[in-house]
């Protein structure tokens, strides 16, 4: 190729025409000579000396003459162009490959290298000593070197960092940076997968130690994702999973590093799948409350509904709220959904016996939102449900961070007519805590101390102490999680006002609610087998 190239430039058209005149001279001249034509010339010339054909011939020497050396210079300064064309192309390519800052490649350049890499790798086969390894890091506080000590100190941090990753990775490997403080290291194939994490335990130990740019010693460190390349992945997925380990890593700390999984990176695109449905879910108003019965204990009579919001998944079937409440919180949605499913039960519970409580549970993120009681007296208006009818259930961790900012809420909640009870008691740690300081109007035992209650005797003195507590402070007690006969009849022994369980219903959708109220209500306790609903 080289070879072919450079007969290329020995030929090229300057080198033509010198060529070309040099053969014509070396052919015409002996068959002007054998025809004796300059002979016959002078001959001639003499015979019409009044035509002056010598000073003609000299006008057609000279011209000749002025011709080539026109020829010459052109072509030479045709050369001069070729070579600064060549110079510029050679520069395009560099900067079109190369970081200009540091001197290693650039992203895109990188993404052929390591393109190359896995072809190499399929081409060998997975083989142990075949695989390869890639680490890609991230400076950690690399902002506040630029903004602290300008870019001129930023800069050679990077040229530092990247020499500390080439000496690092040596001759065989390949040292890239792909934004501004992001770089990569593609490792040799000896390397493994110990190797590979030494030499990144290493990186991470000797960046986080100060680094001397001229008079300033700059802190930063770095944070690294490895991942092992297989044969059939392509650069986007080994660079996608990279930046997941990476993202891993960062996500336990700065100045750590940390490997692929595969199984977390599946968790987290379910997630990030699920979270995009719960959008589209709440948007599409898919999430719908359905309403589980609280009953009188004594009386087996309802008392009133609480409402479990239900999404059913077009693939997945039913999610538990316990999965998608938390989803909402975390993408910002759990205000929408809040108010979409409070104005619908709402609506569903105006048609119900007046005499029946709405229930609805409200997360901490919800409850310490500012617009929580603007957007419940709103509803309320709407709807023309009685505010005197809704109860509103918090868990503690919606209330122990801040108890005098709850305290002023629960009482503002209160002043609109809402009663507010606290849900699951005693799964925290400061229950009781909780009931001293804010004005609750009730409390859920968690159906972690109701389920199965006559078999486990602790438990049996943790709900008595909670009911006799509930009521020196005039509080409505309710028991969850009733499934049997024998928790209903230990529950009422106790004098605890409501229960609420899988033996009376399971929550079921608005329009079984008016059968579900027209149920023998007297008949439960007798049979543990009634449980209907989902
Ligand atoms: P929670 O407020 O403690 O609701 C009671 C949960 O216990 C419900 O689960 C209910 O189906 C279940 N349960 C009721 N009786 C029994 C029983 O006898 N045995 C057993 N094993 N379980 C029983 P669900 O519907 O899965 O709700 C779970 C949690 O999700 C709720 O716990 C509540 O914290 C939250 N949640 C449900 N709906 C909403 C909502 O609309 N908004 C908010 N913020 N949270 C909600
Ligand atoms: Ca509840
Ligand atoms: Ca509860």
């Not at 080198?15 to 025809?35: D, K, M, Q, V």
């Amino acid at each position: 190729m080289r070879y072919f190239s450079t007969l290329r430039a020995r030929f090229a058209p300057h080198y033509c025409i010198y060529i070309g005149f040099f053969l014509s001279a070396l052919i015409t001249w002996p068959i002007l000579a054998r025809l004796e034509a300059f002979e016959w010339f002078h001959d001639y010339s003499r015979a019409h000396e009044d035509w002056d054909l010598d000073e003609f011939a000299m006008l057609i020497i000279n011209l000749t003459f002025a011709l080539l050396f026109s020829v010459i210079y052109q072509s030479r300064r045709l050369k001069r162009l070729w070579r600064e064309r060549d110079a510029l192309r050679a520069q395009a390519e560099i900067s079109a490959r190369y970081d200009p800052l540091t001197g290693v490649f650039n992203r895109r350049a990188f993404k052929e290298v390591l393109g190359e890499a896995i072809q190499r790798q399929a081409a060998d086969g997975d083989s142990a000593d075949g695989a390869r390894f890639l680490a890609l890091l991230d400076l950690d506080r690399f902002k506040p070197v630029n903004e602290l000590h300008g870019h001129s100190v930023g800069d050679a941090t990077l040229v530092a960092v990247k020499e500390r990753l080439v000496r690092e990775i040596g001759a065989a490997g390949v040292v890239a940076r792909l934004g501004s403080d992001e770089f990569v290291m593609l490792f040799d194939a000896s390397s493994d997968a110990r190797k590979v994490e030494r030499a990144t335990q290493r990186l991470v130990y000797d960046l986080a130690q100060p680094i001397q740019i001229g008079e300033v010693m700059v802190h930063v460190g770095v944070s690294a994702g490895l991942v092992q390349i297989q044969s059939n992945d392509d650069v986007t997925e080994v660079l996608r999973r990279a930046d997941k380990a990476l993202f891993q890593a960062r996500s336990q700390g700065r100045g750590l590093y940390a490997w692929y999984d595969e199984t977390q990176d599946q968790q987290s695109r379910n997630r990030t799948q699920i979270t995009a449905d719960l959008r589209e879910a709440i948007a599409n108003g898919d999430i719908k409350p359905w309403y589980q019965p609280i009953v009188c204990s004594n009386k087996n009579k309802v008392r009133g509904l609480e409402v479990l919001a239900r999404w059913q998944h077009p693939v997945r079937g039913f999610v538990s709220p316990d999965v998608f409440v938390e989803l909402a919180e975390d993408c910002g949605l759990i205000g929408a959904m809040g108010q979409s499913i409070l104005r619908r039960a709402c609506l569903d519970a105006r048609d119900w016996d007046e005499s029946l409580t709405l229930s609805f549970n409200v997360s901490g993120l919800q409850f310490n939102d500012p617009n929580l009681i603007p957007s419940i007296q709103e509803i309320l208006v709407e709807t023309g449900f009685p505010a005197a009818r809704l109860i509103l259930e918090v868990t503690e961790r919606s209330v122990i961070d801040d108890f005098e900012e709850a305290g002023r809420k629960i009482g503002e909640l209160k002043d609109i007519g809402v009663s507010i009870a606290l849900d699951d008691f005693g799964t925290g740690h400061s229950s009781l805590a909780c009931l001293q300081r804010l004005p609750f109007d009730g409390l859920k035992i968690d159906r972690s101390f109701v389920t199965d209650i006559s078999e486990q005797t602790q438990n049996q003195s943790i709900v008595a102490g909670i009911v006799t507590l509930a009521r020196g402070l005039a509080l409505e007690v309710t028991a969850e999680g009733i499934e049997t006969a024998e928790d209903l009849a230990f529950v009422r022994e106790l004098a605890c006002e409501k229960a609420q369980g899988f033996l009376f219903a399971k929550a079921v959708p608005a329009e079984q609610v008016t059968a579900l109220l027209q149920s023998d209500w007297a008949a439960f306790g007798q049979d543990a087998e009634t449980a209907q609903g989902v």
